[in-house]
Structures are given as structure tokens and as C-alpha cells.
DNA sequence: CTGGGGAAGGGGCCC
DNA sequence: AGGGCCCCTTCCCCA
């Protein structure tokens, strides 16, 4: 399978004329170009999120890293992203996302014309040459001095009182498609349903929001930018929440767009979102349709100078691979105790390298996810314009699915075929995204952090071998009910204070002991709800913000724990390791076998 | 209508 | 801190 940013290469090779012209596509990479922006503004394929102040954009990591180090540093690990708000304020974010999917700079909504000091800083910052070196071009035209702009440039009022814009969910469609506009609740932030590249935070969020992870200033090498804040700005933010929330998350499946309510109408808020802090954290989703989409011509937008092809180029990336430094960056893990969603590259490279080859890193920037879903990217923008290659009827149900099962109730709507909408089938060996170990051994399950580890651990896969597991497996699950023998024969010096139990080492008595004490120390930020460990409560915040990282890769439904998907793979595999010795009952789930025992010592 | 099974969400907690 | 597992619970489907 030709990766996506493999294809891409190709169209900008093709688009150079190195080909005879009889082979050659004029209008390829426009159209190209076009098709990836139109899937943008519909959040088709988009797989990473981009929050910028109080919006988040939707985008394809493919482009994103095509256009700009920084983002193929970033993309490679997160799939959200929160971009610094001292560089870059959302409106010229959204310029800078059309130019980097247009190879034109449009026009904000505000402005009648970019304002190019932001926008030099803001493309600095985001390691954009060819859009800086666009914007010097202009001012210098325009005899204003650059490098003065900085953070205060942004033509934004100050922090303090950009955090107390109205807490009140705000969404916008901007005439997308059908010219609906909405406000989803924030249940259904991830899912998105959207079509939308753009979603839109309340005012407080932005402290949660921003305690998601700050990125640090990537270059303050860029001199006379000014605005490259070392910490002081982003101090206190991580505190906030200090999660990374984001983690390992693939990208989000094609989406439809949300229910057609008005944004600024208060009555479309739950009273849910009325009462609770949810409404002024948790980030709905809105969209931000391109010009194109928006039927209008912009108002004289300048293009890239040079044509199409340069803009290609720009999107091949400075030197067409990133740095060996990047390549390089150590495991996410590692670097997310600094900042928890992204980082500048140039922290990470005092990270000593760990993990995969420069090669697979590379190409883990399309294998971290399921491959078809990046690989998709381009060859979805090549199809029928602006169609999903998937039956349309099913995203709708896929989405009515997700709203539901995100609402107070938590139904889940229907059973899991009922998500079976995106087959999502490498080729080769069915390699699946688990974790950190996105190479998944089918018939073990076993995964591995690279897919050389992956094939040379297949290959010693014989058929007796498997044998010898499924009856392993099943003699497990015999022994489900009675304590292990390692349990019962390993010493466990450290007991508890209040109850009987005994721990291994004093770190999991010290944990443990925290159950017992009347208050708990981890609330939750969006509902209040109190945890004794910072990391249930971690994924408690990921089940109000939806995020799924974890995805089926038969039939693309997410989960948010990685033992949830294991589990549902058994559903496409029809494995069902829990046996009932009493009736030989057989089931997936040992929690159905528990019940299922239930009910034969029940007195009825 | 009811009970059982399948599938999934959330929290607790140990490693 | 994150993964894995257990438990409780809910929802849906079907006989």
C-alpha cells in the first residue's frame, strides 16, 4: 500500500514535469490539494485535532506534517494538539490551516486583509518557511517593520480576559455544506460528527484545555519574533489538569456534522451543561468551512507565489524528511512528563532516542494508526469528490450511536456490529493499533512497539504453537475463580492499617491505603467527581471528552481502554475463552460469565 | 412480559 | 503513570 505521504511525493514529482507530458496529470495535485481541503472541512479522514485558544480545528496529520516539521514532530505522538496562544490566536490559526490545504492565504473573518506581523509570527512558530518567508515579502512591501510583533502582536486582549469569555458553548457552521449551524453537546466533542474542522471551547475551558498540554516555544531561535514565552505564560496551565488526555488516540472516524441548533441559543444546552461546569470545559465541536465550501470566492486571495507546485513543495517539507533528531524523539512517554500533549522537537532531541529505527519512526508517522485510515487520506482525496467511499447511512448511525452512548445515560445504542461501519484492513498481516504496541500479533494478541518486532515474532508462530495457547488459554480460564499460585506464594510483607490486605511493596499498600481515607484526592475538573488516583480520574476526563484512542480495526468502533477493545475483538474473532464448568456455556466477556454463574447459585 | 445472553461503559484497585 | 483486570451496571436482543 502506497502510504500517504508517499502518494503525496509522487504528486509533487508528477506535478514537477519530470514525467513526459504525455504522462502527466496538469491538475493532479490541485485537484489533490482540493480534495484533501474538502475532506477537511467535512472531517473526513481528519485524524488529529488542533486546539488553538477557544477552537479546535480538525486536519489530516498527512498534511499537517507535509507542510511543517513542527507538525510532523507533533502529529507523530498526539492526534490533539494544543498550539501556544501567545504565538498563534485561533483566527490566524484558521489562515493558516486554509494555507496550508489551499497554498493560499485567505482572508480572516475579521481583518479585511491578513494581518502579516501575526501571521510571520504565528508561521515562525509553527515552522512554516514558506508562509514566513511570505509574510516578510508583504511586509516588507508594506514598509512595516517585522519582528516586532510578537505575542502582544496578536491583536488579542490579554489572557485574563480572554479567559473570561462567556461560558457558554459555543459552535459555529458557518454555512458548510448545508448552512446549518450548531452546538453540540460536549459529549459529543470527539465523535464530532462532524464535519467540522473547527470546534469551539467556552471561556473557562481554556484553562482546562491548556492543562492539557502546552507546547513550548519551538524555536526561540527566531529571533526578533518576540513572542516565544519560555514558561511564565504557560506555567500553572498543566495544573490545571495536568492530563494528557489525548494519548495514543488514532484518528477519529469520518464523521457527520451535528445537530442543526443554533450556537448562541442558551435553550440548546442540556441542563446538564446549564448546571454543571461542564458546560464551561468540555469542548463542543463546530466547524469551519473552507472558502470553497462556503460557495465564495475570497476576496483577492494571494496565492502562494510561485503556483501550485511550490506549494507542493512546501508540503513535501523542507528537505522532504524530518530532521534525524525528530526522527529520532524519544518514546512519548518519556517527554509528556514535560508536556503532557506536545512538544517542541527541540526539547525532545535532549531525549536519548528509544523505541524504533529512524526508518520505522518515519514511517510510524503513517502506521501509528490503523493503515488504512492514513493511507486513506490521500487515496480517498483521489476518489469521487467529496464522497466517502462508506455507506453514508451508517456514519449517521455510527454518530446517533456515539451522542448516545456519551449522553447521561451511557447507552451504548445497539451492539457492536452496530459500529462495523469503517473496515480499516491492512494488508499484509492484520496489524492492528493497541496502545503503545501498535503491532498486534493476530493470534496471540501480543503487540509490538515496531513491525519488524511484530513480523520476526509472527514468524515463530507454528500451528502447534497456537494449539498450545488455546489451551493455555483455556485452562486459564478454568482457574479463573481460584487464586493463582503466584498470588498465594509470593510474600507480601506490607499490610494494611485498616483492613487486611497485604501488598507486594509499600507503594501499592501506600495506594491502596488511600482508599480508605473519607476524602479523595483526584476531582475531576469537568463534573467534580472525586478519585483516589490521579489515574482513574484521567480516564474518567477521557470518557466526558470521548476519547477513544483505542479502535477496531474490523469495524472501526473506539474504546477508551485498551482491555475494552481486546475484549471486543473477540466479538470478530468468536473467541470466547470463559467456559461455565457447570453447563459449558462458553462466553467473551468473563464479567458475562460471572453474571452467568450468578444465576446458577442463585436461590431462584 | 420476563429471563438469559451479548456487548459495552464506568469505577475500583493492584501491579 | 499506565496497564490490566475485576466488579457493577446498563442496554439491547431474542426466545
Given amino acids: 500500500m502506497v502510504s500517504g505521504p508517499l502518494a503525496l511525493r509522487w504528486c509533487v ?122 509574510c516578510r515579502r508583504k511586509l516588507k512591501r508594506s514598509g512595516k517593520p517585522f519582528g516586532s510583533g510578537g505575542a502582544g502582536g496578536l491583536g488579542r486582549p490579554p489572557r485574563s480576559q480572554r479567559l473570561s469569555t462567556a461560558s457558554v458553548i459555543q459552535a459555529r457552521y458557518p454555512g458548510l455544506m448545508d448552512g ?73 472516524p469520518p464523521t457527520t456534522p451535528g445537530p442543526p441548533h443554533t450556537p448562541d441559543d442558551p435553550a440548546h444546552l442540556s441542563d446538564s451543561q446549564h448546571g454543571s461546569p461542564l458546560s464551561a470545559s468540555a469542548p463542543p465541536v463546530a466547524n469551519s468551512a473552507s472558502y470553497a465550501e462556503l460557495g465564495g470566492t475570497p476576496s483577492e486571495p494571494m496565492d502562494l507565489e510561485g503556483a501550485e507546485d511550490n506549494h507542493l513543495s512546501l508540503l513535501e517539507g523542507p528537505g522532504g524528511q524530518p530532521q534525524k533528531s525528530l526522527r529520532h524523539s524519544a518514546r512519548k512517554k518519556e517527554w509528556a512528563k514535560k508536556e503532557p500533549v506536545v512538544a517542541s522537537p527541540f526539547e525532545r532531541r535532549e531525549v536519548a532516542p528509544k523505541g524504533p529505527s529512524p526508518g520505522e519512526e518515519a514511517e510510524g508517522l503513517g502506521d501509528r494508526v490503523p493503515n488504512g485510515i492514513l493511507a486513506g487520506n490521500v487515496a480517498a482525496a483521489t476518489g469521487p469528490y467529496g464522497e466517502p467511499p462508506y455507506p453514508c447511512k451508517e456514519e449517521e448511525e455510527n ?75 483455556e485452562e486459564e480460564a478454568e482457574d479463573l475463580s ?23 511493596d509499600p507503594a501499592t499498600l501506600r495506594q491502596h491505603e488511600k482508599t480508605h481515607w473519607l476524602t479523595r484526592p483526584f476531582p475531576c475538573n469537568i463534573c467534580g467527581k472525586m478519585f483516589t488516583q490521579r489515574g482513574t480520574m484521567t480516564r474518567h476526563m477521557r470518557s466526558h471528552l470521548g476519547l477513544k484512542p483505542f479502535a477496531c480495526d474490523e469495524c472501526g468502533m473506539r474504546f477508551t481502554r485498551q482491555y475494552r477493545l481486546t475484549e471486543h475483538m473477540r466479538v470478530h474473532s468468536g473467541e470466547k475463552p470463559y467456559e461455565c464448568q457447570l453447563c459449558g456455556g462458553k462466553f467473551t466477556q468473563q464479567r ?10 442463585s436461590p431462584s
Fill in 399 to 473: 454518530g446517533k450511536e456515539a451522542s448516545e452512548e456519551s449522553g447521561q445515560s451511557g447507552s451504548e445504542g445497539g451492539s457492536g456490529h452496530a459500529g462495523a461501519h469503517y473496515l480499516y484492513r491492512p494488508e499484509g498481516y492484520e496489524t492492528v493499533s493497541y496502545g503503545d504496541n501498535l503491532y498486534v500479533c493476530i493470534p496471540c494478541a501480543k503487540g509490538f512497539p515496531s513491525s519488524e518486532q511484530l513480523n520476526a515474532h509472527v514468524e515463530t508462530h507454528t500451528e502447534e504453537e497456537l494449539l498450545i495457547k488455546e489451551e493455555g488459554a
Fill in 592 to 601: 458475562n460469565l460471572i453474571s452467568h454463574l450468578r444465576m446458577h447459585t
Fill in 13 to 134: 514529482w508528477a506535478g514537477r514535469g519530470d514525467m513526459g507530458p504525455d504522462m502527466e496529470l496538469p491538475s493532479h495535485s490541485k485537484q489533490l490539494l482540493l480534495q484533501l481541503n474538502q475532506q477537511r472541512t467535512k472531517g473526513f479522514l481528519c485524524d488529529v485535532i488542533i486546539m488553538v485558544e477557544n477552537s479546535i480545528f480538525r486536519a489530516h496529520k498527512n498534511v499537517l506534517a507535509a507542510s511543517s516539521i513542527y507538525f510532523k514532530s507533533l502529529v507523530l505522538h498526539d492526534n490533539l494538539i494544543n498550539l501556544d496562544t501567545d504565538m498563534v490566536s485561533s483566527t490566524v490559526f484558521q489562515q493558516i490551516l486554509d494555507f496550508i490545504y489551499t497554498g493560499k492565504l485567505l482572508p480572516s473573518d475579521q481583518p479585511a486583509e491578513p494581518n502579516f506581523s501575526t501571521l510571520l509570527t504565528a508561521a515562525s512558530y509553527l515552522q512554516l518557511p514558506e508562509l514566513a518567508a511570505l
Fill in 482 to 504: 481460584a487464586p493463582s499460585a503466584a498470588y498465594t506464594a509470593e510474600p507480601r510483607p506490607f499490610k494494611c492499617s485498616v483492613c487486611e490486605k497485604t501488598y507486594k
Fill in 180 to 252: 446549518r449551524k450548531g452546538a453540540l453537546t460536549p459529549q459529543e466533542l470527539p465523535q464530532a460528527k462532524g464535519s467540522d474542522d473547527e470546534l469551539f471551547l467556552g471561556g473557562s475551558s481554556q484553562e482546562s484545555v491548556h492543562g492539557l498540554g502546552r507546547p513550548v516555544c519551538p524555536a526561540s531561535g527566531e529571533a526578533g519574533l518576540g513572542g516565544c514565552s519560555t514558561n511564565g505564560s504557560s506555567g500553572g496551565y498543566e495544573q490545571e489538569l495536568g492530563l494528557d488526555l489525548s494519548k495514543k488516540s488514532p484518528p477519529l
